[in-house]
């Protein structure tokens, strides 16, 4: 596995759909990556939601918490991560089509790299996703 994509989440079901929706359609071998749900707590839905949507796509991992705050659920994620990379992604981003593939590509082009970032569209609370 070389990319574990973790999402921490709490209550905010309709971002969520987007944003793992963008994961799934990667331009990136689905044997090489997965997508770790982190339920922080939440009582939206959330459980219904994963349990469909992992029927028919197996890149979905995902576990429910005790709520204890977004850093709580990414060291969470990272506990249950497969991947020699960690990305992390917030529920109400949308990763472009290549988000994976890049982090993957700068990760093995440049030495002692530690943190990389890419490309997404995030929303502030007060918007709504067109």
Known sequence: MKVSVIIPTFNRIDLLKQ???SLINQDFNK????IIIINDGGTDGTDLFVKRLRIKSPLIRYF?????????ARNFGIKKSKGRIIAFIDDDCIAN???VKTLDISHRTYK???GIGGDYISKSKNEKWK
């Open 31 to 34: 044997k090489d990556y997965e």
């Open 97 to 99: 089509n290549t988000w």
């Open 64 to 72: 429910k918490k005790k709520n204890g705050g977004p850093a709580s």
């Open 112 to 114: 002692y790299v530690t």
């Open 19 to 21: 944003c793992v929706k």
